[in-house]
Nanobody, 125 residues
Framework: QVQLVESGGGLVQAGGSLRLSCAAS????????MGWFRRAPGKEREFVAA????????YYGDSVKGRFTIARDTAQNTVYLQMNSLKPEDTAVYYC??????????????????WGQGTQVTVSS
């Protein structure tokens, strides 16, 4: 059974940083895309960041470009999201996702097959 477990969420002041981790088990994602999405209260799920299966390409949502960085450790089967210069509008539940197919541009939720339970990030002003 594939499991994705996020950690690292919490409460931070605006301008601060957090690093989210997503540990995968039951399947390796060394050649498949992994990504991060978020859902704020009353809003639809939003794409945040993704890394291609090869690790050679990264993608970011417009609202986080230049502030967030996705990285992965294939040996640990873990993907990270470094979030800097956080803003109150970044407040959301953040979800890690993994795909079975080697999508070339894995930026939509429908391309992902496995999801974590989510971790809350709250940014205070």
């Amino acid at each position: 059974q594939v499991q994705l477990v996020e950690s690292g969420g919490g409460l931070v002041q605006a301008g601060g940083s957090l690093r989210l981790s997503c540990a995968a088990s039951g399947r390796t994602f060394s050649r498949q895309p992994m990504g991060w999405f978020r859902r704020a209260p009353g809003k639809e799920r939003e794409f945040v960041a993704a890394m291609s299966g090869s690790g050679s390409s990264t993608y970011y949502g417009d609202s986080v470009k230049g502030r967030f960085t996705i990285a992965r450790d294939t040996a640990q089967n873990t993907v990270y999201l470094q979030m800097n210069s956080l803003k109150p509008e970044d407040t959301a539940v953040y979800y890690c996702a993994g795909a079975r197919a080697a999508w070339t541009r894995p930026t939509t939720s429908g391309q992902y097959d496995y999801w974590g339970q989510g971790t809350q990030v709250t940014v205070s002003s």
